[in-house]
Each structure stands twice: as C-alpha cells, then as structure tokens.
C-alpha cells in the first residue's frame, strides 16, 4: 500500500520532469489543491498576485473588436488573459479560479466578478484571523480608589500632567498617569459650616494657569485649593455668602494675557455668576493688612457681597438670572467674550450672557428650546454651540 505524499513537501515528479530515472515499482503520485494552497504548498494564485499585475488585468480585461468592446472573458480567454500577466501560475490554477468566481456557471467572468470575488476571499481571511488570533491583552490589574462615593467627574492637570478625581463625598485624588494615586485629600469645611456627613461636593474645575482646584460644596460656598505645594493641599480662599449652592463651574485664562482669568459658576436659583480676576498670577484677591500680618498660608475668607461691593481690586463681580431652573452647565468662551449656560426647562434652555462695562448685571440673549438642555459644547473654530 503506497503511503501519501507528506503535505508541503515537493514529490518525485520534478526529478521525472528533468529525467532522471525513477526506481523500479515507482507510481506518479499527485495530490488536489486545497482551499488554502495550491500545487506543492505555494499559496493560493490570488494571494500571490502582486499590485502590479492586477492593474495589468483590470486594463486588459475588455477585448476590443473591430466595433464593440467585449467585457466578459470565457475560460479560455480568461487563461490567455492570465497566462500573458502572470509569470507565477499555470493554467491548472487559472482554470480553479475561473470556476471559483463563476459561482453561477454562466460560463464567463467580467472584471467586475473578479473584483466582488477579491473582496470576498480576503473578508473570509481577515474573519479566520479574528477567529482564530487570541488577542493580546494587558493583565487586569485592580485599582485601589480612595473614594467611597460616586465621582463628580475627571479632568486632567497640564503642567505636570495628572489626572484628578473628585468623589460626591469630598475626597480629592491626584494620580500620576500610570494611574497609582499621587495625593488624597479630605475636602472639609469651618467648624461653623455645615456636618462633614451633609457636605457635598457639586462640581469642580482646575485652574490652569495658576495651579489651583476650585471646588463649588452645597455649604453654599466655593473653595480655592493650591496645588502647587508638594507637601500639603492648602485651602488658600474660600468665598462665601453665596445666595444658592453652586453646582457648576468653569475657568477660563486669556493666553496671551495670563493674569486675566474668569471663574464662572451657576446655581441652583438659575444664575450664572463670574469673577473676573485681573491679576490672577499674583493673587486671586488682595489680602487686607490685618489678614498680611498674620502667616501667609491662613485661608482667607472672602465674602461675595464684598466683591461686588468692590472692596477687592483684583477681583469684580458680574451675574444674570437668566434660567428659572437649575443652571447645568456655565462657560465663557473669549471668542464670543460672552456667558453660555443652560438649564433643563424651555423658556429660557440656552441662554447667552453679555458683560456690560459699568453694571455688574449682564445682558441675555435667550433661546427656547423643547424639554430644555442638559450639556453643551462650542466650537471656536466652526463657531457653533
């Protein structure tokens, strides 16, 4: 009984191709292509074309008579087509991929068949490769969080780069950007505010420019951290007096001008407020001579109604109430140099806010629209919310 021909491996027939002498009892063997290989384990005729000889088939397909343009090619003018492009292939194989794309054995092909048959034999590739390729994923590893309640929100720090996270609790997490936490800080408020078990943090934003962390708590008061220090997370200002609890804050520095900077935040009445620092750099708000006197790192506490008062040169105070809900989302695009907030009710969804150069009361500009808006985006570039 004659044993198979290994597969892959070349057969005796080449050496009766080039005469030499077979030994006696010797029996020509052959062995059919397979779906994936062709003769003597070469890879199949279309994976072994080149960009260049397709090309040269896609120009060649047509046959041009004396009148007409001919576009389909029968088997036998589809192997002379080949033959004359395709140094490495033999008829044998043109004639397999004829039958293969002719899959309704109309009896001819045109370069449209050969293309939708092309797309169809790499698509079965490339979902082989799916199926059988294992991906390569990173091990799981777990992260241990320092927050107990739900997370405000992430941003990132610029210079240098962190990450922060801010839990409904009030707990504060820098991280390093291979995510191991870098510093953990309790947010607390004065002894004569409100129980750490009630304080809340709504929102918070970093100040770029100047290396500090605002926090907006439902103590109805805003927070100034510094970051800056390397050893301690010192509360540098709190202001307080605020109407209604803020829940929404946005920055924004000037870049060519970086001592002017604006700190926008809404509440829960539906307005929007703005502190518009004009030496931020320096100081965020002028210390008194009595608060100088004593050590520098002491929070100082800052009365809203002072700043619009204008008892702090540094600092002014602008507002609308344009909203009858909650105000979602504040910011102040310098483009525009104008207010955007919205809120979730229709008569007054978006509303756009003006400053005005002797009122602290801005102008508004309103827009309804249907069930209200609950976030936004702008565009400088495309000038589009």
Request: with cysteine.
């Amino acid at each position: 009984m004659e044993k198979p021909l290994p597969e892959g491996k070349p057969s005796q027939i080449d050496g009766a191709k080039n005469g030499e002498k077979q030994p006696d009892g010797y029996k020509q063997l052959s062995y059919k292509n397979s779906a994936n290989v062709t003769s003597f384990g070469k890879l199949k005729l279309l994976s072994r074309l080149t960009i260049q000889e397709l090309r040269a088939i896609q120009r060649s397909f047509p046959i041009i008579l004396l009148d007409t343009v001919e576009l389909k090619r029968d088997i036998e003018q589809f192997c002379e087509l080949l033959s004359s492009i395709v140094i490495d292939g033999n008829k044998a194989e043109f004639r397999e991929l004829f039958d293969t794309i002719d899959t309704d054995k109309e009896g001819f092909v045109d370069w449209d068949k050969f293309c939708s048959h092309m797309q169809r034999d790499y698509q079965e590739k490339d979902d082989r490769l799916k199926t059988t390729q294992v991906p390569q994923w990173r091990e799981m590893k777990n992260i241990n969080s320092p927050h107990k309640e739900s997370i405000q929100k992430i941003t990132m720090l610029m210079n240098p780069p962190r990450y922060v996270t801010v839990s409904k609790e009030g707990v504060a997490v820098i991280w390093n950007l291979n995510m191991k936490p870098f510093r953990t800080i309790r947010v607390t408020t004065e002894p004569d505010g409100v129980k750490q078990r009630d304080l809340w943090i709504t929102d918070f934003v970093p100040m770029q420019n100047i290396y500090k962390l605002v926090l907006a708590m439902t103590s109805k008061e805003i927070a100034i951290y510094d970051l800056s220090s390397k050893s301690e997370f010192l509360c540098q200002y709190r202001i307080r007096g605020l109407k209604s609890t803020p829940i929404s804050l946005n920055f924004w520095s000037n870049p060519e001008q970086p001592n002017e900077s604006i700190l926008v935040f809404g509440d829960v009445a539906g307005c929007v407020n703005a502190l518009i620092f004009c030496e931020s750099t320096i100081s965020l708000f002028d210390r008194s001579a009595q608060a100088s006197s004593n050590q520098q790192d002491i929070t100082l506490i800052v009365d809203i109604g002072d700043i619009a008062k204008g008892h702090y040169k540094n600092c002014r105070f602008a507002f609308h109430e344009g909203h009858t809900e909650w105000t979602r989302q504040v910011m102040y695009t310098g483009v525009l140099d104008c207010f955007i907030s919205c809120a979730t009710n229709y008569k007054n969804a978006l509303v756009l806010g003006w400053m005005e150069k002797t009122k602290s009361t801005m102008r508004t500009t309103v827009f309804k629209i249907s069930q209200g808006v609950n976030a936004f985006d702008y565009n400088e570039k495309l000038n589009l919310i």
